[in-house]
């Protein structure tokens, strides 16, 4: 059951922040209105998200939370690959002597700021 108390709080506020808008935007339209404006709509969103988050059901949340892990897992995916595209570029161009998992234990010690191997070159560009 959705808390009744909450869901009234924030329709509360949302018509507050409401009225603010309507009586802000009478102003003339300079720097500082504009802003205050910008932080009403924010504020004003922030409060729709929240009501929408009371009025989700169980399995909705459920659902919701299934594709926000998915994009994020896509989105670590697409970074190491890329990463790994990286580190074999390296291999291939100029060190082809070194395994990849090596190359990629250099690179964390270059990003730690620690000394590497491998030149600060080819970190930067892994094209011949």
Not at 8 to 28: G, M, N, T, Y
Not at 33 to 41: C, D, G, Q, V
Not at 43 to 59: D, G
Not at 94 to 100: A, V
């Given at each position: 059951?959705v808390?009744?108390?909450?869901l009234?709080?924030?329709?509360?506020?949302?018509?507050?922040?409401?009225?603010?808008?309507?009586?802000?935007?009478?102003?003339?339209p300079?720097?500082k209105?504009?802003?205050?404006?910008?932080?009403?709509?924010a504020?004003?969103?922030?409060?729709?998200?929240?009501?929408?988050?009371?009025?989700?059901?169980?399995?909705s949340?459920?659902?919701e939370?299934k594709?926000?892990?998915?994009?994020?897992?896509?989105?670590?995916?697409?970074?190491?690959?890329?990463?790994?595209?990286?580190?074999?570029?390296?291999?291939?161009n100029?060190?082809?002597?070194?395994?990849?998992?090596e190359?990629?234990?250099?690179?964390?010690?270059?990003?730690?700021?620690?000394?590497?191997?491998?030149?600060?070159?080819?970190?930067?560009?892994?094209?011949?």
């Open positions: 059951m808390p009744m108390k909450k009234s709080k924030w329709f509360k506020q949302l018509d507050a922040v409401k009225k603010e808008i309507e009586s802000a935007s009478l102003f003339r300079t720097k209105t504009r802003e205050f404006l910008r932080s009403l709509f504020e004003s969103s922030y409060i729709t998200n929240q009501i929408k988050k009371l009025q989700l059901s169980s399995e949340k459920q659902e939370k594709q926000r892990r998915q994009k994020a897992n896509l989105n670590r995916s697409t970074k190491m690959s890329r990463s790994w595209r990286f580190f074999k570029s390296i291999q291939e100029y060190l082809p002597d070194k395994s990849t998992k190359i990629r234990s250099q690179f964390s010690k270059f990003k730690k700021g620690l000394e590497t191997d491998i030149s600060d070159v080819i970190w930067r560009n892994p094209s011949p």
